[in-house]
């Protein structure tokens, strides 16, 4: 365990460092299946190995108390009153989580916790995921411990919980993707999910000479949580439309290609029409690129992402000036072979395939050409896809 860490849990907390553990749960990267989720489609998340960590020593206080090493707030939960907490300004991921996990039956435990994060923070690499899902399994393991339950905790049941609590105490009407990938990542391999069934397959990521580079614009996603109940609303009246000839479909997902090109005209506004394009056809190149993989035909994946992205700006409209510009730089680099916004948009970053030995001519250049065009300096991770949701021993 990471000696400093420790030393400020015991400066916050006291005590000695005996009973103190360790749990972590990743951010992830979607490589492509933007905006699919949460309509029954297709995935291609990696997690990350920027993580949000838990340091965490059980009481009998009767409250969880919550620190992080990045903010100067301090929070106590009563365990009895986890409903009263949805207002808070940090802290009402954790509290959602407890209060979800309390209502499934789990027995919440007090204990103290310090929170120590390296996801970047609302840069659409789910920093909250990875908040939720670190927490939901803390929980559960002193619950399950509590209770003499040997099994393991199950984190797909994690991961569905910590949607939960975003749904119904955070009020983001997110998909699943998010906490799937940061509960089920799997070091070198990205994660083909199938957000209808959940059923999912480990993709090894196998790039012979390519990296993944992440882009952050450093534009905070504004008002993105309005806006993407907005989206999601939109899908949902294109789908009451496509039902009209497609009554068995329960999700645009269920609509192939050809279905919709054959009744895209029921569905009279403009708007709600191209956001469902969007959606039928990213889930379709969720499939192409998987099968591109499988060949080892790393440059049709990246075109699939490059259109992946012109879809989400032209059709979907979640980019944006500062993701537009980003991607667009990084496509006029030599050796830069495909180039997409990544999560919910709105600002955030963008996710590149880069040959090896142009990585570092692409930061210098993407770098300071896009800080000429928006005025903002931006940054880049080139981070492996990373192990999910875990006790560290
Ligand atoms: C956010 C949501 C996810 C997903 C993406 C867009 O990250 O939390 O569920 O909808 O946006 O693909």
Known sequence: MNNELLNKFLDLY????????????????????????????????????????????????????????????????????????????????????????????????????????????????????????????????????????????????????????????????????????????????????????????????????????????????????????????????????????YPDADCLRAVSVEQFEDAKTLIQDEVQRRRAEHVIYECDRVLKSIDALNKGDLHSFGHLMTASHISLRDLYEVTGLNLDVMVEESLKIEGCIGSRMTGAGFGGCTVSIVAEDAVERFVALVGENYEKRTGIRPSFYISQAADGGREVK
Not at 79 to 94: E, F, P, S, T
Not at 193 to 199: R, Y
């Open 14 to 245: 006291g005590g000695s460092d005996s009973n103190v553990r360790m749990f972590v749960s990743p951010g992830r990267v979607n490589l492509i299946g933007e905006h699919t989720d949460y309509n029954g489609g297709y995935v291609f998340p990696a997690a990350l190995e920027q993580a949000s960590h838990i340091l965490v020593r059980r009481t009998d206080t009767g409250k969880i108390r919550l620190a992080a090493t990045d903010l100067p707030d301090r929070v106590e939960l009563d365990i009895n009153r986890l409903d009263q907490y949805r207002d808070l300004k940090w802290g009402n991921y954790q509290a959602g989580v407890a209060y979800v996990l309390q209502q499934a039956g789990y027995t919440i435990c007090s204990c103290d916790i310090l929170y120590h994060d390296t996801v970047p923070l609302g840069a659409g690499l789910s920093s909250s995921a990875a908040i939720e899902v670190v927490m939901a399994l803390t929980l559960a393991t002193f619950s399950n411990e509590e209770n003499g339950i040997e099994t393991p905790v199950d984190m797909i049941e994690m991961a569905k919980l910590a949607q939960q609590a975003e749904i119904t105490y955070c009020g983001v009407n997110c998909g699943i993707m998010d906490q799937f990938a940061s509960a089920m990542g799997r070091k070198d391999h990205a994660i083909f999910l199938d957000c209808k069934t959940l059923d999912f397959k480990y993709v090894p990521l196998v790039l012979n000479g390519y990296k993944i580079i992440i882009g952050n614009t450093n534009k905070k996603r504004g008002l993105a949580d309005s806006k993407y109940n907005e989206r999601r609303s939109e899908c949902e009246a294109a789908m009451e439309h496509l039902k009209i000839a």
